[in-house]
């Protein structure tokens, strides 16, 4: 009988993708990342229980590009400083990707508020430009221009926040309590620019990141860098808590309530 290629997928088979996924070689992409303050009112707004405020209210926008061969990949991120417990990192708000491969281990896996969407990130000699926009919207637009090379940094660790949730058959709200994920990113950086520009927030309904308003930009910079990602389950939150922050993962939140679909229906 001919391979049915939804039937089961042996041990062997198995165990030969575990080990690709575990022996990527280093992955070099190009990005523009824009840091600034914004409003702490705001910023600590956004971010659900039991993360806090970081001591700065900072934003942190990035944009990419990774050259694959024959799939070029655009990965982008607006995220918010926070801190959990004794750890600092960043919570992001909205993950556009280009490609779809991109997006869904992410989010099944991880809990990372990865959308689709377009990422921009381009160079015409010192002059940078890069945007992420979803739905006819550049809702971040970076603008400058490169003035200085920078040493590149030692290999740095970062922390990310997410909340990886199931909603509920019911449309009750979650299936189980919500889980609090802490995702290392351990980064490696080649080449390094400072960018003299500007950060232009665009209004738009399903990614209002015009709320976190630039008031002082802390740095912008154009640089090659490479990251791998462990995550880690550190603990459970309340369902009720987070269910106040369930718009930000959906462009229309209605989805997570519709409830179990009519009878007959596929």
């Known amino acids: 009988m001919a391979r049915v290629r939804y039937g089961a997928r042996t041990e062997a088979e198995i165990a030969a993708s575990r080990a690709r996924s575990s022996s990527l070689p280093d992955i070099w992409s190009t ?24 001591e700065r209210p900072l934003v942190r926008a ?14 982008g991120s607006v995220a918010v400083a926070a801190r959990h417990g004794g750890v600092d990192g960043w919570y992001p708000l909205i993950m556009p990707m280009t490609h779809e491969r ?11 508020p990865k959308k689709l969407g377009e990422v921009t990130v381009e160079r015409d000699g010192l002059v940078v430009r890069a945007s992420l926009a979803r739905h006819g919207i550049a ?31 019911d449309g009750s709200g979650f299936e189980d309590d919500p889980v609090l994920v802490h995702c290392t990113r351990n980064e490696k950086v080649r080449t390094l620019e400072h960018v003299t520009g500007d950060v232009v927030l665009r209004e738009s309904m399903f990614d209002p990141v015009a709320d976190l308003a630039v008031r002082r930009i802390v740095e912008i910079t154009i640089g090659e860098k490479t990251t791998d990602q462990q995550g880690r389950a ?9 269910l106040p922050y369930l718009h930000q993962r959906y462009d229309d939140p209605q989805q997570a309530f519709d409830g179990p679909p009519p009878e007959g229906s596929a």
Do not use: C, I, N
């Not at 991109?102 to 990372?112: D, I, M, P, Y």
């Not at 200085?148 to 922390?159: K, V, Y």
């Open 139 to 169: 809702f971040v637009e970076v603008r400058g221009a490169v003035d200085r090379e920078l040493p590149p940094p030692a290999p740095a660790r970062r922390t990310d926040f997410y909340f990886k949730f199931l909603p509920a058959v």
């Open 62 to 75: 990035a944009m990419s590009r990774v050259d694959l061969t024959g799939h070029p990949l655009g990965a």
């Open 234 to 242: 550190v603990e459970r939150v309340s369902a009720q808590a987070l």
């Open 102 to 112: 991109a997006l869904t281990g992410g989010r099944e896996v991880f809990g990372e």
């Open 31 to 54: 990005g523009v990342v824009a840091v600034w303050e914004s409003d702490p009112d705001v910023v600590a707004a956004v971010l659900p229980p039991p993360l806090k405020p970081a």
